[in-house]
T-cell receptor, first 112, second 114 residues
Framework: GDSVTQTEGLVTLTEGLPVMLNCTYQ??????LFWYVQHLNEAPKLLLK?????KRPEHQGFHATLHKSSSSFHLQKSSAQLSDSALYYCALSEWNNNAPRFGAGTKLSVKP | DPKIIQKPKYLVAVTGSEKILICEQYLGHNAMYWYRQSAKKPLEFMFSYSYQKLMDNQTASSRFQPQSSKKNHLDLQITALKPDDSATYFCASSHPGTGNERLFFGHGTKLSVL
């Protein structure tokens, strides 16, 4: 079945350094990949999602590229900000399944 | 104004009791979902409904029963509550389609079972 594997646990960075959160997946079909972000005591919300035409999605300085050859959709940002501290989920859905399945989540903590 | 309303925000229950978690969405979506988030299993899919019909169910226990009285409602009835049911339950909605649709989440109901 389909599944998502993320960088485990907590990632701690100093403000201004680059961010990379790993996400790899297993899927029977050609999946859609998403990154959701959840700030403390808030609901998860969409950060970005993969495009069917292989364009690179970007939002709030974050970007991710879907690499089908390596089954990856890593989240990147060139310079971390304090406000980026949050829980990040990689999620996957398939063409016949409207309910994304989420990875275990990666907590990003950005320090001054 | 929140477009997905979950009630109550906090809920305390005793073991063995029954509770209903309420979810209403005003986004005009026809697909609705329940997810559960706890320290043990972050953001775990439970149910999905499309046009008020059950599409997918990943919850093993029959103690969890979704109820859709209107197309913009998807409540979750939980019977015979156990301490392990303690979690935040998120309702979500989307347009049904090809699978590339984003989810919109409510703010969750935090359930504590004593």
């Amino acid at each position: 079945g389909d599944s998502v594997t993320q960088t485990e646990g907590l990632v701690t960075l100093t403000e201004g350094l680059p961010v990379m959160l790993n996400c790899t997946y297993q899927s029977t079909y050609s999946p859609f990949l998403f990154w959701y972000v959840q700030h403390l005591n808030e609901a998860p919300k969409l950060l970005l999602k993969s495009f069917t035409d292989n364009k690179r999605p970007e939002h709030q300085g974050f970007h991710a590229t879907l690499h089908k050859s390596s089954s990856s959709f890593h989240l990147q940002k060139s310079s971390a900000q304090l406000s980026d501290s949050a829980l990040y989920y990689c999620a996957l859905s398939e063409w016949n399944n409207n309910a994304p399945r989420f990875g275990a989540g990666t907590k990003l903590s950005v320090k001054p | 104004d929140p477009k997905i309303i979950q009630k109550p925000k906090y809920l305390v229950a005793v073991t063995g009791s029954e509770k209903i978690l309420i979810c209403e969405q005003y986004l005009g979506h026809n697909a609705m979902y329940w997810y559960r988030q706890s320290a043990k299993k972050p953001l775990e899919f439970m149910f999905s409904y499309s046009y008020q019909k059950l599409m997918d169910n990943q919850t093993a226990s029959s103690r969890f029963q979704p109820q859709s009285s209107k197309k913009n409602h998807l409540d979750l009835q939980i019977t015979a509550l156990k301490p392990d049911d303690s979690a935040t339950y998120f309702c979500a909605s989307s347009h049904p389609g090809t699978g590339n649709e984003r989810l919109f989440f409510g703010h969750g109901t935090k359930l504590s079972v004593l």
